[in-house]
């Protein structure tokens, strides 16, 4: 039983963390709330991450974390690549005639995401996954005690058939 109780709540952390930080490949819209410090996100103040279109505080990207050490977006974890963290940080050393071809770039990358567009993870998917195992740890649980069930029957039978035999050898 101890095994099972283990299983289920395994499963049950595993359907917590993957509807908390579960990915999805579609494109996001961006959210008003900063994912750092929870404060309302402005244009003026804030970018947006190009893979996943998440909206930061340029603050809380540069403070929070330090840009070097950010390496994917702390929503759904998608990649940061080098040329954006350059971006942020002021190291892009290119002048005006950069901008053509980090857009072009920026719009590569947008176009290659959504070669890999599929439907999201949802909390109801990710539900129904959770109940589906639980369903599946359960009947391997019935079937266990069926086993167990049976083999104790069985001995139960065969300790009862002894007995009748040692009985009926007595009696003749």
Known sequence: MSICHSL?????????NASVT????????INDECPICFG???????KKLPKCDHGIHLKCL???FGIDQLSVCPLCRAEITEDF??????????GPSNSKTEQSHMDE??????MYVDEPIT???DAAMAQRIQKQ????HDKKLAEEMEKMLKQQREEADAELARRLADQF
């Not at 289920?8 to 917590?16: A, D, G, N, Y």
């Not at 309302?40 to 804030?46: G, K, P, T, V, Y």
């Not at 963290?85 to 290119?94: C, F, T, V, W, Y």
């Open 109 to 114: 990358l947008y176009a290659r995401s959504l």
């Open 62 to 64: 540069k403070t929070g």
């Open 123 to 125: 909390m109801a998917n």
């Open 22 to 29: 579960a990915p999805t490949r579609k494109k996001r819209a």
């Open 8 to 16: 289920i709540i395994l499963c049950i952390i595993i359907f917590i």
């Open 85 to 94: 963290k350059n971006l942020l940080s002021g190291n892009d050393q290119a």
């Open 40 to 46: 309302r996100l402005n244009s003026e103040a804030s």
């Open 137 to 140: 740890l359960q009947e391997q």
